[in-house]
């Protein structure tokens, strides 16, 4: 309905328009050598008197060190493209009222208005008749982004942390293209990165068998290490492992030890459970320490060949975790690990 009523209109105008130019009689062509085009756009050039008596009166070659260092009495408006950058600077001290200072002359608001306009369709001309869309920045995908497209292309989850480096940042965002470099160094990470996540898309047989390490964290071993763990454990750790194919794979649990005698911490007198979850279902519950008590004898010395009990307390000491090992037959591909001390 309004498409329609705007027509009418349209129409109606035109009649009226033919009306009366049949009453002031034949309407006469335009002179041949006449340009409206030119007309027009001489119209709307840039004042340069106002230019001058507003702009170069301070801004110039002699006073630039004064005013911003910007010299203004070599700029043609005749020729905006040749200065395009000084311009544009103008137009923005102008329209933000910047420009003239308090205190100094200023045009009337509705001559200001005008200049501004005049000098904004130019620059608009300039460009359109010399694009220079700029340079444009090589833009590479970063982790998070390349880790949410592995996602949406073969629904498979890796961890970005554990393939690739983290990327700088740039105006405080991580996908500025202009820091994005891209150095041999990481060429080769994202070639390796390429090169395990299509082995674990594509599952074939051939796919060569790799060890995959977890490691928890030591500052959560004495409350519940997350959200993905059950209530009333303490420490351990949940991860989503992705099995590439069905098939038997072997879980190794190996404990804290310490730094200087390489014995595993916390089994000198009490025992632990440790239970191994894959999807929830509890696949195994480890007991580990309390076996031996007392002082480890082979702690500053080796112990003597004839204290047999003391070399079985000390080789517990050291290698408890040996039956901390179990191989379980897996078929599904993308599934939630939980491996936590049991309350």
Known sequence: MRGAVRFGGVALTAAVYLQAAAAQGPVQPPASNA????????ASAPSREIFDKYCVGCHNERSKARYANLALDGVDLANIGAHA???????????????????????????LAAFVDSLERALDRAADAAPNPGRVASHRLNRAEYVNAIYDLLALRVDGA??????????????????????????SRYIAAATKIS??????PDNRPITQMYKVAFERRDQRAGEDLPFATRGG??????????????????LKRNGTVSTIDG????????????DHALVKRFTVGGMFK??????????????????????????????????????????????????
């Open 237 to 254: 750790i949940a991860v989503r492992h992705a099995f590439p194919l069905d098939g038997e794979y072997v879980f190794t649990l190996r």
């Open 85 to 111: 950058e000084t311009i544009e600077k103008v137009v923005r001290k102008l329209q933000m009222g910047q420009m003239p200072p308090e205190g100094l002359p200023r045009p009337e608001p509705a001559a």
């Open 294 to 343: 007392g002082p480890d004898p082979g702690v500053l010395i080796a112990v003597p060949e004839d204290d047999l009990e003391g070399q079985k307390l000390h080789d517990y000491r050291m290698n408890a975790d040996k039956g901390l090992e179990i191989r379980v037959p897996v078929v599904k591909r993308d599934i939630a690990m939980k491996i936590k001390p049991a309350k």
């Open 35 to 42: 340009r409206p085009a030119q007309t027009a756009n001489a």
């Open 267 to 278: 089994i000198e007198e009490d025992s632990h459970e440790i239970e191994l979850r894959i």
């Open 162 to 187: 554990e393939l690739l480096p983290s990327d700088m940042a740039g105006f405080g965002f991580d996908n500025n293209a202009d820091v994005l470099s891209i150095t041999p160094a990481l060429m």
């Open 199 to 204: 082995r674990m898309a594509i599952a074939s």
